[in-house]
């Protein structure tokens, strides 16, 4: 697991994770992580760039476009990453915005992370920046390629509260509804509700994995609901046009 690295100017990171949000209530603090995010953005472009360009040499332009977009426009990914160097528990937002679950929202999550990387390039340069970005990247990078599926659902949790917060404006909620087994090796089950609708269900050897399974099971049946959606769609235009 990749750890946070050192940083000689420690008023660097803490920028990095300082959220506008507790910029508005702590003006003291001075600025937010806004424009360290606008330059970790790009210094993640062309990393990104030059580490798949690198590792891959049979794949065209094409294709490395696509695994590079899986990566970096991917916010569950870059989610994940900020999740990975637990960024989430030492993000500095506003008293509102943390009681909304901001700590958990891919958003602010992806965006932390990316004002991390344009801190850790002002203060240790592009080499080591490259080395930090390349230990979280590759091994992700090589999973895709090998298992493209594998894409999908790297942050269960985050996918489906982002999909939760978009269409009906709730976080989902995990309800422990049975343990079992004996205290060294006990086996949960969680159910997962939106708006008071049970969604899926999730059996894990702990409380936080078996939320995961039940997010991941939540999110292959709203895949498949979509999908149904967009072939009912396809049917209905392709009978509007043999009707012209």
Same mark, same amino acid.
């Given at each position: &697991?990749?750890?946070?690295?050192?940083?000689?100017?420690?008023?660097?990171?803490?920028?990095?994770?300082?959220?506008?949000?507790?910029?508005?209530?702590?003006?003291? $603090?001075?600025?937010?992580? !806004?424009?360290? !995010?606008? %330059?970790? #953005?790009? *210094?993640?472009?062309?990393? &990104?760039?030059?580490?798949?360009?690198?590792?891959?040499?049979? /794949?065209?332009?094409? !294709?490395?476009?696509?695994?590079?977009?899986?990566?970096?426009?991917?916010?569950?990914?870059?989610?994940? /990453?900020?999740? #990975?160097?637990?960024?989430? =528990?030492?993000?500095?937002?506003?008293?509102?915005?943390?009681?909304?679950?901001?700590?958990?929202?891919?958003? +602010?999550?992806?965006? *932390?992370?990316?004002?991390? *990387?344009?801190?850790? /390039?002002?203060?240790?340069?592009?080499?080591?920046?490259?080395?930090? +970005?390349?230990?979280?990247?590759?091994?992700?990078?090589? =999973? +895709? $390629?090998?298992?493209?599926?594998?894409? *999908?659902?790297?942050?269960?949790?985050?996918?489906?509260?982002?999909?939760?917060?978009?269409?009906?404006?709730?976080?989902?909620?995990?309800?422990?509804?049975?343990?079992?087994?004996?205290?060294? #090796?006990?086996?949960?089950?969680?159910?997962?509700? +939106?708006?008071? #609708?049970?969604?899926?269900?999730?059996?894990?050897?702990?409380?936080?994995?078996?939320?995961?399974?039940?997010? =991941?099971?939540?999110?292959?049946?709203?895949?498949?609901? !979509?999908?149904?959606?967009?072939?009912?769609? %396809?049917? %209905?235009?392709?009978?509007?046009?043999?009707?012209?």
């Amino acid at each position: &697991m990749t750890s946070l690295p050192f940083f000689r100017r420690s008023p660097l990171l803490t920028q990095a994770l300082t959220h506008s949000s507790y910029v508005n209530e702590h003006p003291e $603090v001075g600025e937010s992580n !806004e424009r360290l !995010e606008f %330059l970790g #953005d790009a *210094v993640l472009k062309f990393v &990104m760039g030059k580490l798949l360009y690198e590792r891959y040499p049979q /794949f065209q332009e094409g !294709e490395l476009s696509r695994l590079r977009a899986s990566l970096e426009n991917n916010r569950h990914q870059l989610a994940s /990453f900020a999740l #990975d160097l637990g960024l989430d =528990q030492l993000l500095l937002l506003g008293k509102g915005t943390a009681k909304v679950g901001a700590r958990k929202n891919p958003e +602010i999550l992806s965006d *932390v992370f990316e004002a991390v *990387v344009g801190a850790y /390039f002002l203060d240790a340069g592009i080499e080591a920046a490259i080395a930090f +970005i390349e230990a979280l990247v590759i091994p992700v990078a090589d =999973q +895709i $390629v090998q298992q493209p599926e594998a894409a *999908v659902s790297q942050n269960p949790k985050g996918e489906l509260q982002e999909w939760a917060l978009a269409n009906y404006g709730e976080i989902p909620q995990y309800k422990t509804i049975q343990e079992s087994g004996a205290d060294h #090796d006990k086996t949960f089950t969680v159910v997962v509700t +939106i708006q008071g #609708d049970i969604y899926a269900q999730g059996i894990g050897q702990s409380k936080k994995l078996a939320q995961k399974a039940a997010a =991941q099971e939540a999110l292959q049946k709203l895949t498949k609901q !979509e999908s149904v959606t967009s072939n009912e769609r %396809l049917e %209905l235009l392709q009978s509007l046009a043999n009707q012209i």
